[in-house]
């Protein structure tokens, strides 16, 4: 890894465990092994190590979600698959993705770092609420919009639809953050969860 991502992931391990305001440029050097006239090389402020984390994150999980047809920027990419999707395939893409949003490294440390700081920061709080509820809701609405439209789904209020099919994800993804020793259990919970609403909602 060269030195310019391993002073984000320093930084990111470091937000993580004080939050973002109790940590200096000098403490990230140091956990890289420079001292900060050479991080400012990189980087030009503290802001700047933040914002590059942001994007890399986003980065690394748009990538990893696009090879399970999660494209969450564009629902109307996946309406091929998810028309077609049983109930076991969706229970494996749904547990893959849970799966690499809690044992990702980056991706993890990057959560429990926004989680601290939406009760710090109105700005941070608003980066949160769009990366981690708004986005995803935006995306089940318009996928469950078109799904719909397609005769899959039961012609229900779409955005009703993705809050009932979201939000117990949300919590269960939570939930195993708090309780990582009963991750096998909130596990079968979710199984449960995505089972049920296809069960329910699913008209093929």
Known sequence: ??????????????????????????????????????????????????DAVFEETGRRYDSFTDTISVHVHD??????????????????????????????EYISLFRRMMTIEQFRSQELSELYSQRYVNRIHEYHRGLFTRMIAAGVLADEDPGILAMMYDAPILVLLGECDRHPEKEEEYMKTLEAHVRLFYKTFNRK
């Open 1 to 50: 890894m060269d030195t310019k991502h391993r002073i984000l992931l320093e930084a990111l391990r470091l937000f993580s465990q004080r939050g973002y305001d109790a940590v200096s440029v000098e403490q990230i050097a140091s956990a890289v092994g420079i001292k900060a006239p050479s991080l400012y090389k990189h980087y030009k402020s503290k802001r700047d190590i933040f």
């Open 75 to 104: 629902s109307e990419q996946d309406i091929a698959v998810f028309e077609k999707i049983t109930a076991d395939d969706l229970v494996e893409k749904v547990k893959s993705l849970i799966d690499y949003s809690l044992h990702d």
